[in-house]
């Protein structure tokens, strides 16, 4: 049995060396384009700014160690040319030689990963990408002289690739076409990214693009010119598919290969995996692109599984996700706000802002948690969040939960370890079931920030819950403060009519609102309060 794979990175790695711990004696071969295999691309950025000092540190395997540790022929520098998909073979290019060759097979995996979105603007060839160790290495050199650069593209490369840049000293202006970096959370959430990006010196253009580049600077599309010693383009990347489409196999309405259960091609004897295969939604079923290493590993375990026999399964995604922008974590599972919106999809929104650890404990940070149900079923839709330590933890939490089928308010009931050095007794977890669980039986009734001025518009009165010197340092227009602990003597002086109440983050104004309801008032929270409010305001300049 000869499988051969095309594509040694991530999905086709995972493929090849599973399927040779499954089957001794399969005869498995692996073709690359680039001269490396097995490299660690989630860490090129870090390299690029010295975080990561040695290169070889990025090479997790070579040719050599793969034929020594698991028997398989690893081609590197060589190209799949074209695939017969009649007589099972594929035509491949030695790059070095221009040598060509008909590789006969019994299994085809393809994994040939995602190709950088190169947009056609002027000097667009000067840009430089990121998705290799070649890539690296050019951009490592184009940096050593550099003082300025020019990043064009918020997503997660960009801003990994602007903070390492930044590590490095130069003066780096990162350009987003969208109003906000890191397109997978919602607008609020994305404030205090903007804010760290730029505390350390990043000049962020938002709501631009890129119009052309020259040879020492980048032409906005509002006439700006920004000086650019170096320019990157991390706009985002397209699922690689010319080979499969070529050979006649099915592409998707998404761009990316059809793959059914068992990760099998239009070809029963084709298989697909990696960055450029569409996915499908945990959510609604549909067709996605997913580009993370993570899920194309797994794919690469699973095609193996089948090669050999076992049972081969094909896991929906969430589309999990974290990035470090200097000392911020930001990290997402499932749907934000944005696409459900855009879905037309009903949905209950919870925003609070717990600490890392107990707080009576040196060393806690805060952090903002967003989630997203169905206030239907209770279901968990998505959840967001950013902040120091601890983000990673609550977002895998959550999104274990959603594979599991946790409803919302069960997040209360999770058993989850706790000492004040890693967490509090209620874990930021549990605290948002126990708000969902309020929320999905009457208990509280909450508005979100950008709901807040068509309730006052109707007529409402907002209340300010929190203490007089909160309320000096900043408060939301039209407001009637009334701190939670004088509202029982102050009873008789409240305004007839709806009510809004806010503290600074939710809590005291959950208290507020039972009192006022028991009074039998009507009367909604202001979900994540204070904070969440001028995180969504500021979202809007």
């Known amino acids: ?31 690359e384009r680039s001269g490396h295999v097995s490299f660690a691309n989630c860490g090129l950025p ?53 040598q060509e060759e008909w590789l006969d097979y019994d299994h085809l995996v393809l994994s040939p990963g995602a190709r950088p979105v190169r947009p056609p603007m002027p000097g667009i060839e000067r840009a430089l990408s990121l998705r290799d160790v070649e890539d690296t290495d050019a951009m490592v050199a184009a940096v050593a002289d550099a003082r300025t650069a020019v990043v064009i593209g918020g997503g997660f490369i960009g801003v990994e690739v602007a903070e390492n840049l930044r590590h490095l000293g130069l003066e780096v202006t990162l350009v987003e ?28 253009r938002l709501g631009t693009t ?84 993570q899920t194309a590993n797994l794919q690469g375990r699973r095609v193996a599984d089948h090669i050999a026999g076992l049972p081969g399964r094909c896991r929906p995604v969430l589309g999990t996700s974290i990035v470090k922008v200097f000392d911020l974590t930001i990290a997402a599972t499932g749907w934000n706000e944005k696409r459900l919106r ?37 279901a968990i839709l998505g959840a967001q969040g950013v902040g120091g330590e601890g983000v990673d933890k609550r977002i895998d939490v959550i999104a274990t939960a959603m594979t599991g089928g946790l409803t919302a308010s069960e997040l209360a009931e999770l058993e989850l370890a706790y000492a004040p ?22 208990t509280s009734s909450t508005i979100q920030w950008h709901e807040l001025d068509d309730a006052l518009a109707a007529g409402a009165t907002l209340l300010d819950v929190r203490s007089q010197g909160e309320f000096d340092a900043g408060s939301i227009p039209g407001a009637v403060l009334v701190p939670v602990d004088e509202l029982r003597e102050r009873r008789d002086e409240l305004p007839d009519g709806d009510l809004v109440v806010h503290c600074a983050v939710g809590i005291r104004g959950h208290i507020a609102a039972r009192m006022l309801s028991q009074w039998g008032r009507s009367v909604r929270n202001l979900d994540g309060g204070y904070r969440t409010w001028g995180a969504g305001m500021a979202s809007r300049d």
């Open 1 to 31: 049995m000869r499988t051969v794979i095309i594509g040694g990175v991530a999905g086709g790695m995972s493929a090849a060396a599973r399927l040779r711990r499954l089957v001794e004696d399969a005869e498995i071969i692996v073709v």
């Open 46 to 98: 870090y390299h690029v700014g010295g975080v990561i000092e040695q290169r070889d540190a990025l090479l997790l395997q070579t040719p050599a160690s793969l034929a020594a540790r698991f028997g398989i022929d690893v081609r590197v520098r060589t190209e799949a040319v074209r695939i017969d998909r009649e007589a099972r073979r594929v035509l491949v290019r030695d790059l070095a030689t221009e």
């Open 177 to 204: 076409a969208l109003p906000q970096v890191m397109a997978p959370i919602d607008p609020e959430m994305a404030t205090p990214v903007h804010a760290e990006l730029r505390k350390h010196g990043i000049d962020l």
């Open 210 to 293: 890129a119009a052309a580049i020259g040879e020492r600077d980048v032409t906005l599309a509002d006439g700006q010119t920004l000086p650019a010693d170096v320019v990157v383009a991390a706009i985002g990347v397209r699922p690689d598919v010319t080979l499969a489409a070529e050979c006649g196999l099915e592409i998707g309405e998404r761009g990316g290969i059809v793959t059914d259960r068992e990760h099998r091609t239009s070809d029963p004897a084709v298989y697909a995996v990696g960055d450029a295969v569409e996915k499908r939604d945990a959510l609604d079923g549909s067709a996605v692109l997913v580009p993370l290493a």
């Open 342 to 378: 855009a879905a037309g999809r009903p949905h209950r929104v919870i925003h609070t802002h717990p600490a890392s650890h107990a707080g009576y404990y040196p060393g806690a940070q805060t952090m903002a948690l967003k989630l997203l149900v169905d206030p239907e079923t209770d």
């Open 421 to 442: 050095p890693f967490s509090s007794a209620k874990d930021p977890v549990n605290h948002l079931g126990h708000i969902a669980e309020n929320i999905a039986t009457g």
